[in-house]
């Protein structure tokens, strides 16, 4: 049962333009979701968060939209930029669930 | 650098054997998760230990077990290995027991069954 789904295994973005990156999540328990990114060779790093009582966080060229009757959020990066190359992990956590990863999204920034 | 320390990086080893995974949290880090990572397979988490004791499961099979010692350090075992369980295992720590969400990983253990 896959609570946590990104369905796009890759995707890719031209540098400079807008990488949007999707998830969507099934357990309604849910109440704080956030993207982690890896690069090869390295563990997943924390990326950004939002809770489920905001639909919107900013942090430089990252957002994070959160869409709570679609079950559904969403990571814009702007402007894409090389070193965002990396798979990109939707997670959740609510209720007694410990953080549920998707299965990831490889982007690739093309220069 | 995550702070986080995970031994060995890779592993190579045969169906049927016994291995561990070894795990360092960041300093003062007092929860351990570990997670398993399948090719095209999101992260899975199989156990989080909280100041030496077992504070919630996930998907870990009965061969597989985990502790963690006094001095917060952490390991996996693996046992009556079979080729599926071929995968990257992440440790990842964080201060608190409650999972509010925000870990940090380690590199990982590659982990391939021949």
């Known amino acids: 049962d896959q609570q946590v789904k990104q369905n796009s295994p890759s995707l890719s973005v031209q540098e400079g333009r807008i990488s949007i990156l999707n998830c969507d999540y099934t357990n309604s328990m849910f109440d704080y979701f956030l993207w982690y990114k890896k690069y090869p060779a390295e563990g997943p790093t924390f990326l950004i968060s939002?809770?489920?009582?905001?639909d919107k966080n900013e942090d430089g060229r990252f957002t994070v939209f959160l869409n709570k009757s679609a079950k559904h959020l969403s990571l814009h990066i702007v402007p894409s930029q090389p070193g965002d190359s990396a798979v990109y992990f939707c997670?959740?956590?609510?209720?007694?669930?410990?953080?549920?990863f998707g299965q990831g999204t490889r982007l690739t920034i093309n220069p | 650098d995550s702070g986080v320390t995970q031994t060995p990086k890779h592993l190579i080893t045969a169906t049927g054997q016994r291995v561990t995974l070894r795990c360092s949290p960041r300093s003062g880090d007092l929860s351990v998760y570990w997670y398993q990572q399948s090719l095209d397979q999101g992260l899975q988490f199989l156990i989080q230990?909280?100041?030496?004791?077992?504070?919630a499961k996930g998907n870990i099979l009965e061969r597989f077990s985990a502790q963690q010692f006094p001095d917060l350090h952490s390991e996996l075992n693996l046992s009556s290995l079979e080729l599926g369980d071929s995968a990257l295992y992440f440790c990842?720590?964080?201060?608190?027991?409650?999972?509010?969400?925000?870990?940090?990983f380690g590199e990982g253990s590659r982990l391939t069954v021949l």
């Open positions: 997670a959740a956590t609510g209720g007694a669930q410990k953080l549920v």
């Open positions: 230990y909280y100041n030496g004791e077992e504070r």
């Open positions: 990842a720590s964080s201060g608190s027991g409650t999972n509010t969400g925000e870990l940090f």
């Open positions: 939002i809770s489920s009582i905001k």
